[in-house]
């Protein structure tokens, strides 16, 4: 007797893209800022998708679909989750707090707050920022952010790659307001 059989795509109740376009989206925003890997910014679309993140925002150089390298990794979630270019991730930054979003860099920095720690209000939108591959998030957008989350690295490197990061954060978070409001 076979155990643990692979369930069939068609068999996993997946939305399509309306029906994905009309669902509750947990209140999520994700910020690239100056993303400079095709593959990295549809990873992250990919992941926004599984967890229903209300919108990305691509800033500065992240490039934007239509881009086949995008379409390589997001597999069509360029068509589900909403997305805008800005070309100014602190003017983006400024915008959204005064709409009353938390807006979180993602970054090893003074007064970080580990992932494990961060507290998300169900109540209100947070919007996470994800830096370059090389330098990371723009020094000033960090210290414009509310706050600073860290993820906890325990081994010899001290960095992970963006879209690692992003599955990681989103996660975490996506977690955290399931268990307000879900």
């Known amino acids: 007797m076979q155990k643990n059989l692979k369930i069939k795509n068609s068999e ?3 939305k399509n893209i309306a029906e994905f376009k009309e669902a509750d989206k947990i209140p999520i925003l994700i910020i690239l800022d100056n993303i400079r890997s095709l593959h990295n910014i549809g990873s ?6 599984a967890f ?22 997001a597999l069509g979630a360029t068509e589900t989750v909403d997305w805008e270019y800005k070309k100014d991730t602190l003017a983006l930054v400024k915008e959204l707090q005064s709409t009353q979003v938390d807006v979180i860099a993602v970054e090893q920095a003074e007064g970080s707050v ?6 998300i209000s169900s109540l209100k939108r947070t919007a996470f920022v994800f ?10 957008v960090v210290s414009g ?21 992003a ?16």
Do not use: M
């Open 12 to 14: 996993l109740g997946r």
């Open 131 to 140: 830096g370059n591959e090389v330098k990371g998030v723009a020094q000033e």
């Open 114 to 119: 580990s992932l494990e720690n961060l507290e």
């Open 145 to 165: 952010s509310d706050k600073v989350v860290e993820i906890p690295q325990y081994g010899t490197k001290h960095s992970l790659n963006i879209a690692t990061s």
């Open 44 to 49: 992250v679309f990919r992941t926004s998708d």
């Open 167 to 182: 599955g990681i954060v989103i996660w975490e978070a996506f977690c955290k307001y399931a268990k307000t409001s879900l």
């Open 52 to 73: 229903l993140i209300e919108k990305i925002y691509l800033c500065g150089i992240t490039a934007t679909p239509p881009h086949k390298n995008i379409h390589k990794t």
